[in-house]
């Protein structure tokens, strides 16, 4: 079945540098991708999203990469903080789910090191 | 205070009890969500709504029904709690399609 995932379950940086988190989808329909991040107790936070007629769209030091060839998404932040600790999931939407439901990969946990 | 809230933020219910979780938003969202959340499966969808009286089922809506009489209000009830309905349910909500969804800060859910 279609399926959204992640290659790494963790990822420790050190404070400064910049990290990628990797996202592998296999609905080649998916038509819209979001990036969440979420804090221990809170609820997921919006980061960053991406429509399919682009392959790359930045934010404030985030940025998100969009590979349709290769069905794979990812997150890049620049100059990690001890802020960006938290796990980080990907989502998307396709054609085979309701117009608004989301789909969400089980997440990255994202550990920064000072 | 505006936003999405959910309450309880902790609750523990008995086998074969019935819980009702609450979810606000105070931003006139026509899209509202209901989803667990579980170790090794992220977020999965429950119950979604588009509009008030307007409501549909997700991947997991097994033991679970909602209601939306009014927009701004959307509570999950389980019917007959199980243990396997042990987890963190977030309620999310959004104006449009195709935009992102804001989420409440979640309510634990523990059935002993």
């Known amino acids: 079945g279609e399926s959204v995932g992640l290659h790494l379950p963790t990822l420790s940086v050190q404070e400064g540098d910049n990290s990628i988190i990797n996202c592998a989808y296999s609905n080649s329909a998916s038509d819209y991708f979001i990036w969440y991040k979420q804090e221990s107790g809170k609820g997921p936070q919006f980061i960053i999203d991406i429509r399919s007629n682009m392959d790359k769209r930045q934010g404030q030091r985030v940025t998100v990469l969009l590979n349709k060839t290769v069905k794979h998404l990812s997150l890049q932040i620049a100059a990690t903080q001890p802020g960006d600790s938290a796990v980080y999931f990907c989502?998307?939407?396709?054609?085979?789910?309701?117009?608004?439901?989301?789909?969400f990969g089980a997440g990255t946990r994202l550990t920064v090191k000072p | 205070d505006a936003g999405i809230t959910q309450s309880p933020r902790y609750k523990i219910t008995e086998t074969g009890r019935q819980v009702t979780l609450m979810c606000h938003q105070t931003w006139s969202h026509s899209y509202m969500f209901w989803y667990r959340q579980d170790l090794g499966h992220g977020l999965r969808l429950i119950y979604y709504s588009a509009a008030a009286d307007i409501t549909d089922k997700g991947e997991v809506s097994d033991g679970y029904v909602v209601s939306r009489s009014k927009t701004e209000n959307f509570p999950l009830t389980l019917e007959s709690a199980t243990r396997s309905q042990t987890s963190v349910y977030f309620c999310?909500?959004?104006?449009?399609?195709?935009?992102?969804?804001?989420f409440g800060q979640g309510t634990r859910l523990t059935v002993v």
């Open positions: 999310a909500s959004k104006w449009q399609m195709n935009t992102e969804a804001f």
């Open positions: 989502a998307e939407k396709g054609a085979n789910l309701s117009n608004n439901d989301m789909r």
